[in-house]
């Protein structure tokens, strides 16, 4: 690289993304910082940061003696690699399920005063809705949800799956999702049948 700006712009941008990776303040929040977001909660709960390095990385010892419900035989599972990912399956996701569920994370989102995203992403959402796990084992093959994130939200993922499967729905009405395209042409129908009318009542007049 012959041009000494450039050279001395690429060397920043290298010391910005080093500054990042060796930094040791939440991911999350430095990344809303640096696209001119300013959040209020100060820790997100979910990078490695904040929580540690993930499981696959360092494991945790195995605890001989857990409670009913833990996810501590779950460590040695993934230890051995029992455990794997789920297939994803072929069936459309339930949009009730997926408004339910989507409800249950705002509320988890604002009892912790963290995102909604930190809780589980949409990705992951849609993937829980397909598989709908009933145990914490089979939660924890779900796309996007490792130990850490099974110990503290699980069990409450698993009773909003059964609330849902015993008829509970959620409190706003599912409504129908247009896409932007389709948006575009009624707004431009709209505008077209009315400049329309506004002539033809220009001409009878």
Sequence with gaps: MEDEAEKQRSWERYHL???????????HREICLHFGE?????????CDVCMGEPEWIVLAPAVKKSKPGSVAPLRREVAHGVIGVLARPSADVDPDLREYVREWRRAAAKENNTAAFIIMHDTSLDELCRVRPTTLTELLQVQGFGVRK?????????????????????TEAVLPKTR???????????ETTSSRCQDSRATNR
């Design 180 to 190: 932007p395209a389709e948006e575009t042409c009624v707004c431009w129908r709209r």
């Design 17 to 27: 993304i080093r500054g990042f990776v060796d930094g040791k303040r939440c991911r």
């Design 38 to 46: 300013t959040p209020k909660w100060q820790t997100c709960g979910a």
């Design 150 to 170: 099974t110990e503290v939200y699980g069990q409450q993922i698993l009773d909003a799956l059964s609330r849902f499967k015993n008829g509970a729905r959620a």
